[in-house]
């Protein structure tokens, strides 16, 4: 093996500054664009509860369910003699579907607001271990 002598680089003044900043730069860049996306997240998902609520409302008129549940203040006598049939009768006209829709656009809401905590806690931390350099 041949020894090699290098020769010293000089390092410009200011490049610790110039590299940090430009870190800061391109970590403000990502975070912006994971917040839009964050809020778009939200936003659709926001859309998306307020579409599927109206449908279930509208799943549940259709399915008679109110009908069946009337029936409990009205004749409390006659549901609670067929107990079994009203029960069955319920569950039958219970729209599953457009809950499960509802249910699925509430966790969708609740996982992108907590996404956008995460991002911009985030955010604060990288900023930070910025300064302390």
């Given amino acids: 093996?041949?020894?090699?002598?290098?020769?010293?680089?000089?390092?410009?003044?200011?490049?610790?500054?110039?590299?940090?900043?430009?870190?800061?730069?391109?970590?403000?860049?990502?975070?912006?664009?994971?917040?839009?996306?964050?809020?778009?997240?939200?936003?659709?998902?926001?859309?998306?509860?307020?579409?599927?609520?109206?449908?279930?409302?509208?799943?549940?008129?259709?399915?008679?369910?109110?009908?069946?549940?009337?029936?409990?203040?009205?004749d409390s006598e006659v549901v609670f003699y067929n107990f079994t049939s009203f029960t069955l009768s319920l569950i039958d006209s219970t729209p599953f579907f457009a809950i499960s829709l509802v249910v699925l656009s509430i966790f969708a809401i609740m996982k992108s607001l907590s996404y956008l905590a995460t991002v911009t806690s985030k955010n604060s931390f990288i900023s930070k271990q910025l300064l302390i350099i």
């Fill in 1 to 74: 093996m041949t020894n090699i002598k290098y020769k010293e680089i000089e390092v410009p003044q200011n490049l610790k500054k110039k590299v940090i900043l430009s870190i800061q730069k391109m970590s403000n860049r990502q975070l912006l664009i994971k917040k839009i996306l964050g809020g778009l997240f939200l936003t659709v998902s926001s859309f998306s509860l307020l579409e599927f609520s109206f449908y279930l409302v509208s799943e549940f008129e259709k399915s008679g369910f109110f009908n069946y549940a009337s029936l409990i203040i009205s």
